[in-house]
């Protein structure tokens, strides 16, 4: 069984500073992906990045960085020059390569931008 | 349209009572899916469909009726709900079913239900 962790329930950031976002995994499978999506207040869950755990880079895309250390099982989120835009609840999935529609998500982590 | 687009947005309904939330994704996808989010817990995986064909069914109560008549489209019928039943209910698609990685899942706003 994969297990998603975030410790953080709510974070508050000013605007234009950097943001992590902690997320941590269990799992016995030596192949797997991880996502982050994020959900604003209007509902959507918006696909932000993905590492699959053979990757060796970090994976970047735009603004959004994930920082992936495999021993410690962590794949943290790192949003950069934070927008009042960037408001909103931010979740960690994760699915197995072989399997990879099962998204396995996390509880969440609320992010409140302040300008 | 663009994307994947859900109906109604909000919808409030009594114990006996059937309706159905529609789904529809503009991404020429193979692969669709109910999630449901219910406060404090984690997004739930409800119905997994490929090519129109069901794949999961994650021990769903029968009052929870799925139905994809094509790619395009997936339904769920809602009949004789519980209160606990209230959540935002969330429909995704994907290019796949299996894709060997990084096969991310679009979702559409969600359709919040409040059951009396």
């Known amino acids: 069984a994969q297990k998603i962790t975030q410790t953080q329930p709510g974070m508050f950031v000013q605007e234009k500073e950097a943001v992590t976002l902690d997320c941590t995994y269990d799992?016995?499978?030596?192949?797997?992906?991880l996502f982050w999506y994020k959900q604003p207040s209007s509902g959507e869950m918006i696909f932000l990045i993905y590492?699959?755990?053979?990757?060796?880079q970090n994976a970047t895309e735009g603004r959004y960085s994930l920082n992936f250390q495999k021993a410690r099982k962590s794949a943290n989120l790192v949003i950069s020059a934070s927008q009042l835009g960037d408001s909103a609840m931010y979740f960690c999935?994760?699915?197995?390569?072989?399997?990879?529609?099962?998204?396995?998500f996390g509880a969440g982590t609320t992010v409140t931008v302040r300008a | 349209e663009t994307g994947v687009t859900q109906t109604p947005r909000h919808l409030v309904m009594g114990m006996t009572n059937k309706k159905s939330l529609k789904c529809e994704q503009h991404?020429?996808?193979?692969?669709m899916y109910w999630y449901k989010q219910s406060a404090k817990k984690p997004l739930e995986l409800m119905f997994v469909?490929?090519?129109?064909?069901?794949?999961e069914n994650n021990s769903v109560p029968s009052r929870f009726s799925p139905e994809c008549p094509n790619s395009s489209h997936l339904f769920l019928h809602l009949h004789t709900l519980q209160p606990e039943d209230s959540a935002l209910y969330l429909c995704?698609?994907?290019?796949?079913?299996?894709?060997?990685?990084?096969?991310?899942?679009?979702f559409g706003p969600g359709t919040r239900l409040t059951v009396l």
């Open positions: 995704a698609s994907s290019q796949d079913l299996v894709a060997g990685g990084g096969n991310e899942q679009f």
């Open positions: 799992t016995s499978d030596q192949s797997y992906g």
């Open positions: 590492q699959g755990s053979y990757d060796e």
């Open positions: 999935a994760m699915t197995r390569r072989s399997n990879d529609y099962k998204l396995s």
């Open positions: 991404l020429g996808h193979n692969a």
């Open positions: 469909y490929s090519l129109e064909e069901r794949v």
